[in-house]
């Protein structure tokens, strides 16, 4: 997990044309309501690093990853109580953080970021490690955390986080900015210089 490298490259919402559509997965949630296994597989491919994100600015990375299948299964399981298909990234972005949040509630992790073997990025002397990063993340406000776990930890692009968080890419945009400003402060870095077109 290259956290550091191009964090300030990273962190920028850089619009492309020709991304998704917004409601690409719609048809995809109506389909697994009706138990098509394969809509499933489509919904969890394209939300399976959202949820990610959201999970790991919770917990430990290798707890991450079992909850992140304990989100999906429970969505399978309760996607018969959603109303409305467009309100599904909410939803599920919803009982992401309420299975994370009770997985802290319940135990300790079984990988506290402190001993996490794992994480550790190679000795540099002018950026800090991976493993202080994310406890540097895990410290931020959600919005700003999981907006920048979605974008440094997962390698999504600006309109990636907007079309499947139903975010508008301005949002997007603010949330990366003002969350890297924080993060920085956190990680005791020099403010990031900005260009003409920043906030």
């Known amino acids: 997990m290259a956290l550091t490298a191009g964090i300030e490259r990273k962190s920028q919402g850089d619009e492309r044309p020709g991304s998704p559509a917004r ?3 719609r048809p995809w949630v109506a389909a697994a309501r009706q138990g098509d296994r394969q809509a499933f597989t ?5 939300f399976g690093r959202l949820v ?3 999970v790991i600015t919770r917990v430990g990375p290798s707890d991450a990853k079992d909850l992140v299948q304990d989100v999906f299964l429970t969505m399978w399981q ?4 959603l109303e409305d298909d467009q309100a599904f990234p909410a939803w599920l972005l919803s009982l992401a953080r309420t299975r994370a949040a009770r997985a802290l509630r319940d135990h300790q992790p079984m990988d506290p970021l402190d001993e996490e073997p ?3 990025a190679p000795d540099r002397t002018s950026s800090p490690d991976a493993k202080k ?3 540097a993340l895990q410290a ?5 955390a999981e907006t920048l776990a979605m974008r440094l930890v997962e390698g999504m692009s600006g309109p990636e986080i907007a079309e499947r968080t139903g975010l508008t890419p301005g949002s997007v945009r603010v949330n990366l900015h003002r969350g890297m400003k924080l993060l920085r402060e956190k990680l005791g870095l ?3 210089e900005e260009g003409p077109g920043d906030e």
């Open 78 to 81: 309760k996607l018969g109580t």
């Open 52 to 54: 990610h994100a959201v």
């Open 42 to 46: 489509k919904l969890h491919g394209h």
């Open 118 to 120: 794992g994480l550790a």
């Open 190 to 192: 020099p403010p990031a």
């Open 23 to 25: 409601a690409l997965w």
């Open 133 to 135: 990063v994310l406890k």
């Open 140 to 144: 931020l406000p959600e919005t700003y």
